[in-house]
């Protein structure tokens, strides 16, 4: 399915405040688009994996990251370095007071976290959907809960399935709607953590939601299914046919200014 078909099936049936996004893991700089900006090289400014995400759904921008990237989350978690002893045994991050992390807890930290193999892959690459002149390993967006309802009713239809099983954790959602989406080839949820809310990126009633690309085709067709049924949709339908209730005299008002009381 074309990202401009999906695009516009976001836009009509969910509505999101941001633009929607591609993600594409590359091996090497020859995958990268045209026109791509890497913050170091481009910008002299080193970001997060979530700062570029919210460039390119707030600016939409075509943009990258790459082993500079500045949190070492997704740094390791994508990929691109490779743990020294010291911090696979979480003696480093104890040693620096890393969010108070104990020896045996940083190391768990680092244990427990999704990760792709060292050097598999160099680049992330994050673009709005209608910008996008790749194929994406997945799309993501963020929106209300009601709105990530509508869309996990769609994924679930089109997959035949009940139900989804996601693991929610403190922060860390890279490893989540990224590295966990692509490695189970299943659709993610994900809570922002405090990571993303340091840098001016999601909002109180925003989360996020990412699903692999192959996928998205039986997704978009059970959004537009599923819109038929009149039940969901965005904005959530309420039920409103009931008469209004009013404070004590309303109903002697309107009986008086339409002369009901003189019968």
Request: glycine fraction near 8%.
């Amino acid at each position: 399915m074309e990202l401009k078909q999906i695009n516009d099936a976001f836009n009509q049936y969910l509505r999101p405040q941001t633009y929607p996004i591609a993600i594409r893991m590359c091996a090497s700089e020859s995958e990268l688009p045209e026109k791509v900006r890497l913050p170091l090289r481009d910008m002299g400014i080193s970001i997060s994996l979530c700062h570029a995400i919210a460039m390119a759904r707030r600016y939409g921008w075509v943009i990258t990251i790459d082993k500079t990237v500045s949190c070492y989350v997704p740094a390791i978690s994508l990929g691109f370095v490779q743990p020294p002893a010291d911090i696979t045994d979480g003696t480093f991050q104890a040693s620096i007071g890393l969010w108070g992390m104990t020896k045996e807890r940083a190391a768990a930290a680092i244990q427990e976290m999704t990760k792709f193999e060292y050097g598999k892959y160099k680049y992330a690459v994050i673009a709005p959907l209608d910008r996008a002149t790749f194929e994406p390993h997945v799309v993501m967006v963020y929106a209300s809960p009601a709105q990530i309802w509508v869309l996990l009713s769609a994924y679930l239809s089109g997959q035949g399935k009940g139900g989804l099983d996601v693991k929610l954790t403190t922060g860390a959602g890279c490893t989540t709607y990224i590295t966990k989406a692509i490695q189970t080839n299943e659709a993610q949820f994900a809570l922002v953590g405090t990571g993303e809310r340091l840098v001016p990126h999601p909002q109180d009633y925003e989360c996020g939601f990412s699903i692999p690309y192959n996928k998205m085709e039986q997704t978009v067709k059970a959004l537009e299914m599923n819109y038929r049924t009149g039940v969901f949709r965005y904005p959530i339908p309420t039920f409103m046919r009931f008469s209004s209730q009013h404070p004590p005299g309303y109903a002697e008002m309107r009986a008086h200014l339409l002369g009901e009381d003189k019968k």
